[in-house]
């Protein structure tokens, strides 16, 4: 949808695809600004202590089952800024979604560039992300977002999708 504001008037508003206004659509580019809002919400409460931290210390179950021995280098602020070296959603992302663990099978995928030298599309790394925030929040992503961001900016969620393992 486009929805264009002037001087704090709506003057246009045009929905497609079906879409309506109040029409739930899956937005996985969202995912991304949601995730890096939630994690800076998780450093400013002090659950996590820095964007520099290895991303492998809360994958630590994982840490023998994985190939590319550059996991070990990729931090939270390369998944953030999408400089992980995950292979993009085009080649990766069905492949993970239609496995039981999406974690394992994330990890078990070269990197296509060492971390924190180029750039790649990736809602792989917001999954692992979302890992992360639950495991030192103790919460869902989702309980965490709606407690911490959507609640109070009266955000609605329409859905949010989970691996098998409840991530």
């Known amino acids: 949808g486009v929805v264009v504001i002037r001087r704090g008037q709506l003057i246009g508003e045009k929905y497609f695809n079906g879409y309506e206004q109040n029409t739930p659509h899956n937005v996985r580019s969202v995912s991304k600004s ?10 400013e409460q002090g659950l996590i202590v820095s964007l520099d931290q290895k991303v492998m210390i809360w994958l630590e179950p994982y840490d023998s089952k994985y190939l590319d021995v550059r996991w070990k280098d990729v931090t939270l602020r390369h998944l953030l800024t999408m400089q992980s070296g995950i292979d993009s959603d085009q080649n990766l992302l069905l492949n993970v979604m239609h496995s039981t ?57 329409g859905g949010w999708d989970m691996d098998p393992r409840g991530f």
């Not at 070269?110 to 030298?117: A, K, Q, S, V």
Request: glycine share 8%; hydrophobic share 45%.
């Open 101 to 157: 663990d999406w974690i394992d099978t994330t990890l078990r995928h070269r990197l296509i560039f060492d971390p924190g030298t180029d750039f790649g599309y990736s809602t792989l790394g917001t999954h692992l992300l979302s890992v992360v925030l639950t495991a030192e929040s103790g919460k869902t992503s989702l309980q965490f977002a709606r407690e911490n961001l959507f609640e109070p900016l009266g955000i609605v969620i």
């Open 34 to 43: 949601f995730l890096s809002a939630l994690i800076g919400i998780a450093v």
